[in-house]
């Protein structure tokens, strides 16, 4: 069980918008910036989001983060079919003091 | 180039240890925050330590006890000493850098070696 909660899955066709949650509490999210990872099948983890809404350098626009409260989210825009992979959400909570990551959600392009 | 070597990984019996090395080049693990990620097969990820710019250590509560990560400065290598291996550890491990502006490890990590795989079964 992950200490930040995403939804397994999402999908959409191309061209469209897709957003995924990551839901935390108060010692986590509620405190701390997030991060969101790429996760290509048999590949390492890519860093598409630091600081809860920044985006490395040569990481598209297409990609933002914003967060809420104990909330956060990754939207993708403009959807294609090479953004099928694994998305992850990652923070560090204070209460476990240690980097925390959600369960992962796989976009499927339709 | 910034690059993160991962080796080490290999098939260890239920108990025993095990060292996984990661070499770094292109920038200093002494001046960074680094961690140990790993991913169970079909898993997701799942942090195991961090090493703090400053020296700090800190640990999963699933690892504490078992696993040790420390740095080499001479040779730019982070390691992971793995002790008392269970089943549950097999996995790909990751060795990773905090983006250095961080002033303080939070899982921002920019830089991702391959990894390397540890199996642990009888």
């Known amino acids: 069980q992950s200490v930040l909660t995403q939804p397994t899955s999402a999908s959409g066709t191309p061209g469209q918008r897709v957003t995924i949650s990551c839901s935390g509490s108060?010692?986590?999210?509620?405190?701390?910036?997030v991060n969101w990872f790429q996760q290509l099948p048999g590949t390492a983890p890519k860093l598409l989001i630091h600081n809860t809404d920044q985006r490395p350098t040569g990481v598209p626009d297409r990609w933002s983060g914003s967060k809420s409260g104990t909330s956060a989210s990754l939207a993708i825009s403009g959807l294609q079919s090479e953004d099928e992979a694994a998305y992850y959400c990652a923070t560090w909570d204070d209460s476990l003091n240690g980097v925390v990551f959600g369960g992962g959600t796989k976009v499927t392009v339709l | 180039e910034l690059q993160l070597v991962e080796s080490g990984g290999r098939m260890k019996q239920p108990g025993g240890s095990l060292r996984l090395s990661c070499a770094a080049s292109?920038?200093?693990?002494?001046?960074?925050?680094m961690s140990w990620v790993r991913q169970a097969p079909g898993r997701g990820l799942q942090w195991l330590a961090v090493k703090h710019r400053g020296g700090a250590t800190k640990y999963a509560d699933s690892v504490k006890g078992r696993f040790t990560i420390a740095r080499d400065e001479s040779t730019n290598t982070l390691y992971l000493q793995m002790n008392s291996l269970r089943a549950e550890d097999t996995a790909i491990y990751y060795c990773?850098?905090?983006?250095?502006?961080?002033?303080?490890?939070?899982?921002?990590?920019?830089?991702w070696g391959l990894g390397t795989m540890v199996t642990v079964s009888s």
């Open positions: 108060r010692s986590n999210i509620g405190s701390n910036a």
């Open positions: 990773a850098r905090e983006e250095p502006v961080a002033v303080t490890a939070g899982g921002a990590f920019d830089i």
């Open positions: 292109g920038f200093s693990v002494s001046n960074n925050h």
